[in-house]
């Protein structure tokens, strides 16, 4: 029941998210065909265009957490027995759940800051700009906690330890890899060439 809740929510996300860029695309293509083409253009896209993408990249981060999708290396954890990899994953669970306490509280100090700072533009606050820092810090912390739970609990399969996930092009080129190796690799015929078809 958790789970299909976690997934709704990173689906809304994902809605928020091409929500996002989609109003980004028409503020700065509008900007530019109103400035090319009557000499005008929207006062405030800059700045909206700025903030939209902002939330977007942080909440893209807590969808892509979520997911397993970020940036690492298995190259020593993989090669770990199964209690060095649930060690490894569980120190690696509290160093970043430590990093995110400390994001959320200087993300939270820098909203109460700027919540009465007024943008130039829209004049909106700019405590707007620093809350994505804490809607990412809040998200990341509870699937940090679950993540660690489950880890702690045995609820993670063995193979699931490894939470790196490999990219397409890294499995592309591990295929070529092979192929390259399996075809310069001697064949069963080792008489030589003169001596074939005689």
Same mark, same amino acid.
């Given at each position: 029941?958790?789970?299909?809740? !976690?997934?709704?929510?990173?689906?809304? !996300?994902?809605?928020?998210? @091409?929500?996002?860029?989609?109003?980004?695309?028409?503020?700065?293509?509008?900007?530019?065909?109103?400035?090319?083409?009557?000499?005008?253009?929207? =006062? @405030?896209?800059?700045e909206l265009s700025r903030w939209l993408f902002v939330w977007l990249c942080f909440m893209g981060a807590v /969808?892509?957490l979520k997911d397993g999708g970020h940036l690492g290396t298995d190259m020593l954890v993989a090669r770990l027995?199964?209690?060095?990899?649930?060690?490894?994953? #569980?120190?690696?669970?509290?160093?970043?759940?430590? +990093?995110?306490?400390?994001?959320?509280?200087?993300?939270?100090?820098?909203?109460?800051?700027?919540?009465?700072?007024? =943008?130039?533009?829209?004049?909106?606050? #700019?405590?707007?700009?620093?809350?994505?820092?804490?809607?990412?810090?809040?998200? @990341?912390?509870?699937?940090?906690?679950?993540?660690? +739970?489950?880890?702690?609990?045995?609820?993670?399969?063995?193979?699931?330890?490894?939470?790196?996930?490999?990219?397409?092009?890294?499995?592309?080129?591990?295929?070529?890899? @092979?192929?390259?190796?399996?075809?310069? =690799?001697?064949?069963?015929?080792?008489?030589?060439?003169? /001596? !074939?078809?005689?």
């Open positions: 029941m958790l789970d299909a809740a !976690i997934d709704r929510f990173c689906r809304a !996300i994902d809605v928020l998210i @091409a929500a996002a860029l989609a109003v980004m695309v028409v503020l700065v293509f509008g900007n530019v065909v109103l400035r090319y083409a009557f000499n005008s253009g929207i =006062a @405030a896209s800059e /969808a892509a027995p199964v209690a060095g990899k649930k060690l490894c994953l #569980v120190l690696g669970h509290l160093l970043m759940l430590y +990093v995110t306490w400390l994001f959320l509280d200087g993300s939270w100090q820098q909203a109460r800051i700027n919540m009465d700072v007024e =943008a130039p533009v829209t004049g909106a606050p #700019v405590a707007i700009f620093y809350a994505t820092g804490v809607f990412f810090s809040l998200c @990341a912390g509870v699937l940090l906690l679950l993540q660690l +739970v489950r880890v702690l609990t045995g609820r993670v399969a063995d193979d699931a330890l490894v939470m790196v996930k490999e990219s397409e092009e890294q499995a592309e080129l591990e295929s070529l890899q @092979a192929e390259l190796a399996r075809a310069e =690799a001697p064949s069963d015929d080792t008489r030589p060439p003169s /001596a !074939i078809g005689r």
